[in-house]
């Protein structure tokens, strides 16, 4: 990092030496994170909150070492951040008196007790740095924050831990992982104080007075010590969504900063760009079409043939597949796959404007069921008069004339239309599997071409699988331990040194396999034994680790916040490298659960039972969902592991993240990328990763999601 100072002092120089040349045009100040990737100003906090829904990454860099961090705003008042840091010669000490580079993966935590007010009241926040982990950087404040002008910021505060220059001795060999509550706020508290300058639109100057002394840094021996309490620096914003900065601490040592945001509450295409969809088409007067008002064409064995051949091309259009259809003179039930909509209430929307143009003018009632792996997740009910007086209202009109009710699993006069089962469809993709956070390989990857296939048999009963042939990656086969692949692949048994199976952490060895892996291969069979019930049983090779048999039952009323689950799975480990052969491990796991959506796209879920590795224990999961589809969620497990039998980390712990394409490309689409990222891959409270579970398919159709997006119904 040394060799970057002569850079840096002249950027932060020439940045400085700019302000009085460049002109000054309605200032607002933004939101600066600090080398943390929290609201602040260098190393200290703030107490302003990012906007709502914001994610963030911050990369920082000095001589103190590297951090990544992920901070997310799930609620208006709450921040929180995952940080993976990489510090040189401070871990363990080895035999030759080296020490080894600590990887370290921390949780911070900043919660806003007040917003700032016009006049004397500033915002006030509380919080916890690095209050999970081995605690390297732990710490807490209080602090407090007031805009004094629109070009000036002043931030004040008290601090605890590293932020009083009281650096809390850590035991690298510790499993860390857990919450150092006795630590919390206890010691000595010294305060703090930044100000941010606005120089120009974009161009902040910072100054901050920090205790921070960076003495587990300095520690090492090859670095000078912080005489200097005051820290200056430099932020740059691009827009809302770069930040650019440099700064030096103390005076002696040199960094730099970068961060990307993204609003999940935002798009690039805030009104999408799929095109309008078909007008409503108002019913002729009786004396007009008699016969269709009267209802006799429904005599005619040829109509609704021809009305279901129509509408499913119609439907076809828009994405849709019309599965089945029942008609009578009044009432007609449509059944439909929605392929392309993210949110559901959109495709029932154009269905519903689709009908309108299909069907004779008696039809009054429409019911439009919407279907996932060919069960009925659910149905709306709408009255075509309301539709024909409704179109150009708001959505909120139409609502409270619709109904939302449990999808009947066995109605009578469904006509399945020509060619939906048996089905066979099938594709080839790219994919990039990641892995993040390691401490011996902070970024894993692998790409390649992906081959799927599937064969829908009957409704409810699909067959299908996976193939992928690796092309390049840094990801390669690597056994825990010191063993060699060879030793580890040769025993019978798979097992730590605690004598714990291990079910997840040898994980690195089903990675880079040069010929065609198959990742997955099952029949699933889906169904709905009565209206408020759900059960799915998937046999085969369910994931990459895995094979075996998977059943599934969900009791999840149209209308009830509540839903209750119970899941139950045999399975055995598959080989490392050979598609179709098994190893010795053989287990049963299986989980009761509960989930219940609290409102304001929030929802909850705790599973309780045994895990992979034969540990007993629970698992609780929060989850934000926004209006465009964004979810994110935080999930932790504790099982009757001891820390040491987990090993490090104490206990599994992570973060989810789902992002609708059509959020990033304004094209519609069901489609999503994200993953879980989590500090580490252990053994304890780990299950078997399955897919099409019950709940997810069957929320998205139910009546509080369908009400969050129906603001697109008649889009």
């Known amino acids: 990092m040394r060799r970057f100072r002569p850079l840096l002092l002249t950027s932060t120089a020439l940045l400085t030496a700019s302000v009085t040349a460049l002109g000054v045009a309605s200032p607002t100040l933004g939101q600066t994170l600090n080398s943390y990737g929290m609201p602040g100003a260098i190393d200290t906090p703030s107490a302003f909150a990012p906007p709502e829904g914001e994610l963030s990454a911050t990369v920082s860099q000095s001589d103190y070492g590297r951090r990544v961090t992920l901070s997310f705003q799930p609620v208006p008042r709450l921040t929180t951040a995952l940080r993976y840091s990489q510090i040189d010669d401070i871990g363990n000490t080895n035999d030759d008196g080296s020490r080894d580079t600590l990887y370290d993966r921390s949780f911070d935590l900043q919660f806003q007790l007040l917003n700032e007010q016009p006049g004397w009241q500033p915002s006030l926040a509380i919080g916890l740095r690095d209050f999970l982990g081995t605690g390297v950087y732990s710490g807490e404040y209080l602090v407090a924050s007031k805009t004094i002008t629109p070009r000036l910021r002043v931030s004040a505060g008290v ?18 992982g857990k919450p150092n509550v006795d630590d919390w706020f206890r010691g000595d508290a010294k ?51 770069y930040q650019l900065g440099a700064y030096t601490v103390g005076g002696k040592t040199f960094g730099i900063k970068g961060t990307v945001a993204l609003n999940a509450r935002k798009s690039a295409f805030p009104s999408g760009l799929e095109p309008a969809p078909a007008p409503v088409r108002p019913r002729p007067a009786p004396s007009a079409d008699p016969d269709g008002w009267s209802g006799s064409w429904a005599a005619d064995p040829t109509a609704q043939p021809a009305i279901q051949t129509a509408l499913s091309k119609a439907l076809k259009g828009e994405g849709q597949v019309l ?19 993210n949110m559901q209430a959109e495709a029932i929307g154009r269905t519903a404007r689709l009908m309108t143009r299909a069907l004779p003018p008696s039809v009054e009632t429409f019911v439009i069921t919407s279907m996932e792996n060919g069960i009925p997740a659910s149905s709306v009910v709408l009255q075509r008069s309301d539709i024909e007086r409704l179109e150009n209202t708001a959505s909120a009109h139409i609502a409270q004339r619709a109904q939302i009710v449990d999808g009947d699993p066995s109605p009578e006069g469904l006509i399945y239309s020509p060619g939906i089962y048996p089905k066979f469809t099938w594709g080839i993709k790219p994919f990039l599997s990641l892995g993040m956070f390691d401490p011996d390989d902070p970024i894993r990857y692998e790409a390649g071409l992906e081959a799927s296939a599937k064969y829908e048999i009957r409704p409810g009963l699909i067959l299908s699988g996976t193939v992928r ?33 291990r079910v997840r952490s040898d994980s690195r060895m089903y990675s880079g396999n040069t010929s065609p892996t198959v990742p997955e291969l099952t029949l699933a069979w889906y169904a709905k034994p009565t209206a408020t019930t759900y059960s799915r049983v998937t046999i085969g090779l369910l994931e990459r680790a895995y094979g075996g048999v998977s059943g599934e039952i969900l009791w999840k009323p149209v209308d009830s916040r509540l839903a209750l689950g119970a899941e139950i799975n045999r399975v055995r480990k598959r080989d490392f490298e050979k598609a179709f052969e098994f190893r010795d491990y053989e287990v049963t796991t299986g989980h009761v659960s509960a989930y219940y959506d609290f409102g304001g796209g929030i929802w909850g879920q705790i599973d309780v039972g045994q895990y992979l590795a034969g540990d007993v224990g629970a698992t609780v999961a929060l989850n934000r969902e926004f209006e465009n589809g964004w979810r994110v969620g935080a999930y932790a497990s504790k099982t009757d592991l001891s820390e040491e039998e987990f090993g490090e980390g104490s206990y599994d712990k992570g973060v989810k993240l789902s992002i609708p394409l059509t959020w990033a490309i304004g094209q519609p689409s069901n489609r999503r990328i994200g993953g879980t990222i989590r500090s580490l891959s252990r053994d304890g409270g780990s299950r078997v990763r399955v897919d099409g579970r019950l709940y997810e398919m069957v929320r998205e159709n139910h009546t509080n999601k369908l009400y969050d997006g129906w603001g697109k119904f008649w889009r």
């Not at 090492?220 to 932020?235: A, C, F, I, P, W």
């Not at 029942?326 to 392929?339: C, F």
Request: charged share 30%.
């Open 191 to 241: 305060p703090f104080a930044s100000v941010e300058w606005l120089a120009t639109d974009n161009l902040s100057v910072l100054a901050e007075y920090s205790y921070d002394d960076y003495d587990p840094e300095v520690d090492r021996g090859n670095m000078d010590e912080v005489d200097s309490k005051l820290n200056l620096g430099v932020n740059y914003r691009i827009g809302d969504t």
């Open 469 to 501: 042939q690796r092309v390049f990656g840094n990801s390669d086969q690597k056994a825990p331990g010191n063993m060699s692949t060879s030793e580890y692949e040769a025993q019978s048994v798979d097992e730590n040194e605690y004598g714990v199976p």
């Open 159 to 176: 601090g605890w831990g590293r932020l009083a220059g009281a650096w809390r001795e850590t035991d690298y060999s510790d499993e860390g």
């Open 323 to 341: 599965e089945s259809m029942a008609l009578t003179p009044n009432r007609a039930e449509v059944r439909i796959r929605n392929l392309r909509y």
